[in-house]
């Protein structure tokens, strides 16, 4: 696959939180940075998410009475998880990992950081009115195909692809870049949403 001056690399969330020893650590999650190293380097455009939350954050049980982490919440935008304290602003656990090569990113957009609104969307906050502003900086740079990978597969990935999808792009998540959480049957339920969207499961071998 020839790699074009419209193509956008978002790499998601690859965060020391979401790596083995982290506190929402993903299994195997660490192992998604040298993949993501090899291809970013043959984008010319690529934008990394970083989550980045206020320790105060809505989506942290810790700030629930009577509620664990993976427990299910009613908020005025919807159910939300919550989530163990994750990505702190400022926190080591909120920094990118340190083998991922970051140098070449055009951007580095924080997400998650209004205390009363979680955000797994790189385009828009769980509200799905609240724009993260990368829409935005997509159009002006005349960006068509977006291409995601990082973490999680299930949570922010699939929701990053699926906004991007529904907002006009052409869409492709390169699955073995990627690793999952699976909660409840989600990995199942993000294969089938990303099929029923229109948006393209490939492998990085697409790319080498
Ligand atoms: C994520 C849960 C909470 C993710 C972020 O990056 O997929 N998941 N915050
Ligand atoms: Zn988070």
Redesign the pocket.
Known sequence: MKISEQDVLIV??VQND?CTGGA?AVPDGEKVVPVINRIAQRFRNVVLTQ?WHPGDHV?FASNHAHKKPYDTIKLPYGAQVL?PD??VQDTEGAEFHKSLHTAQASLVLRK?FHRDI?S?SALYENDHKTPTGLLGYLRERHLKNVFVAG??FD???RYSAEDARKAGFEVAVIEDACRG?DIDGSMAATHQSLKSLGISIVNIEAFL
Do not use: T
Request: aromatic fraction near 22%; charge should be negative.
């Open positions: 998601v969330d979401f929402l989550d989506s989530w994750h990505c998650g979680d797994y973490l999680a949570f922010c990935v959480i």
